[in-house]
T-cell receptor, first 116, second 112 residues
Framework: DTAVSQTPKYLVTQMGNDKSIKCEQN?????MYWYKQDSKKFLKIMFS???????INETVPNRFSPKSPDKAHLNLHINSLELGDSAVYFC???????????????FGPGTRLTVL | GENVEQHPSTLSVQEGDSAVIKCTYS??????FPWYKQELGKRPQLIID?????GEKKDQRIAVTLNKTAKHFSLHITETQPEDSAVYFC???????????FGTGTQLKVEL
């Protein structure tokens, strides 16, 4: 009965490879997010979808491509992985996209990506 | 850049002392300010929040205060314990005020 889940938990891969991370939420939320957390612990937002539509697309290399097949799922595909992509990637969801209580974000457990 | 600033970036206190983390924001239209705690290797989790119709909210050893005039809000932890050691994030209005934006985080270390 996990609220926000991500797979895989750990991902170790070589430079140049392509990989995907999957996220699912069973909270009935409309909005989902991808964050990158580097060694400095900053939570940098990458993308956000609301009802399957892209609403936030921060300055992220176009090697990163999100996909939302339905509002309960948000996947992240990364092409041509680079050393600097090593980080923990968190998925999150919220009821809606507002800055109020309905915008409270609930996080998945994270995916630790290591690029060798 | 984003519109939520958080200070300090690191904070070390002795067990039993108090810890205070401050955040400032620029969008005066916002009415909701949550705080998250992220333990080592874990996900950020909501620990307390405050809405703009109150100036202070308390939950056991943690409290949040909000000063809307000065546009800042603070997390107060009293009688700190080793398990309080974590990274704490505030969140507030981002660009355009229509989404929550996270502060840069505070690494709190409670020393024995």
């Amino acid at each position: 009965d996990t609220a926000v889940s991500q797979t895989p938990k750990y991902l170790v891969t070589q430079m140049g490879n392509d990989k995907s991370i999957k996220c699912e939420q069973n909270l009935g939320h409309d909005t989902m997010y991808w964050y990158k957390q580097d060694s400095k612990k900053f939570l940098k937002i990458m993308f956000s979808y609301n009802n399957k539509e892209l609403i936030i697309n921060e300055t992220v290399p176009n090697r990163f491509s999100p996909k939302s097949p339905d509002k309960a799922h948000l996947n992240l595909h990364i092409n041509s992985l680079e050393l600097g992509d090593s980080a923990v990637y968190f998925c999150a969801s919220s009821q809606d996209f507002t800055g109020g209580p309905r915008g409270t974000q609930y996080f998945g457990p994270g995916t630790r990506l290591t690029v060798l | 850049g984003e519109n939520v600033e958080q200070h300090p970036s690191t904070l070390s206190v002795q067990e039993g002392d108090s810890a205070v983390i401050k955040c400032t924001y620029s969008d005066s239209a916002s009415n909701y300010f949550p705080w998250y705690k992220q333990e080592l290797g874990k996900r950020p989790q909501l620990i307390i929040d405050i809405r703009s119709n109150v100036g202070e909210k308390k939950d056991q050893r943690i409290a949040v205060t909000l000063n809307k005039t000065a546009k800042h809000f603070s997390l107060h932890i009293t009688e700190t314990q080793p398990e309080d050691s974590a990274v704490y994030f505030c969140a507030g209005p981002g660009r355009g005020g229509n989404k929550l934006t996270f502060g840069t985080g505070t690494q709190l270390k409670v020393e024995l």
